[in-house]
């Protein structure tokens, strides 16, 4: 069974203070590894898909990367736009996505 | 629209009730998902429709759930005798063959 660890639980961050996310996986077939971000009371907004361990994604503060073990997400100068909790999910060869229970985080202005 | 659209945004409900909850996905995707989401939890898998037939059914929890799909675009998520436990965020996702899947706004189901 696919299974996600997402690390931490939460994170506080200062503005402008860049820290990173982990999402260790373990899945039989990796197709692909999504990230996504979800603000309250909303659904999960897509960022990025990484398919092979080497791969980098990047989108203005944020940057993805992914081995075959686990992926992380680096946040670069956060801004308290950034506040969300951010979902890591894997995908096997059955599409279905499986995902960890999210790094919520909060960054103070 | 150009998103996931799913209604209603909220819904409560007596516990031994029926609800039906709807999706429409983005125009043109063939794969259709649904998630269930708890507090503090990630969303939880129940089905996915490839087309009109349900190519996945594994995470829904019980015989009480059900989801159709006719013809291949709008779902609706059936569930009967509802129970306290089956409250929860009900998320909608829709993706083209084999890429990145885009997600509702969720159905908030309260079950009192």
């Known amino acids: 069974e696919d299974q996600v660890t997402q690390s931490p639980e939460a994170l506080r961050l200062q503005e402008g203070e860049s820290s990173s996310l982990n999402c260790s996986y373990t899945?039989?077939?990796?197709?692909?590894l999504f990230w996504y971000r979800q603000d309250p009371g909303k659904g999960p907004e897509f960022l990025f898909t990484?398919?092979?361990a080497g791969e980098e994604k990047e989108k203005e503060r944020l940057k993805a990367t992914l081995t075959k073990k686990e992926s992380f997400l680096h946040i670069t100068a956060p801004k308290p736009e950034d506040s969300a909790t951010y979902l890591c999910a894997v995908q096997a060869g059955d599409y279905k996505l499986s995902f960890g229970a999210g790094t919520t985080v909060t960054v103070r202005a | 629209g150009a998103g996931v659209s799913q209604t209603p945004s909220n819904k409560v409900t007596e516990k031994g009730k029926y609800v039906e909850l709807r999706c429409d996905p983005i125009?043109?995707?063939?794969?259709l998902y649904w998630y269930r989401q708890s507090l503090g939890q990630g969303p939880e898998f129940l089905i996915y429709f490839q087309g009109t037939g349900a190519a996945d059914d594994s995470g829904l929890p019980n015989d009480r759930f059900f989801a159709v799909r006719p013809e291949g675009s709008v779902s609706t998520l059936k569930i009967q005798r509802t129970e306290r436990g089956d409250s929860a965020v009900y998320l909608c996702?829709?993706?083209?063959?084999?890429?990145?899947?885009?997600f509702g706004q969720g159905t908030r189901l309260t079950v009192v």
């Open positions: 899945v039989s077939g990796l197709r692909g």
């Open positions: 125009s043109g995707h063939t794969a």
């Open positions: 990484l398919y092979s």
């Open positions: 996702a829709s993706s083209a063959e084999g890429l990145e899947a885009f």
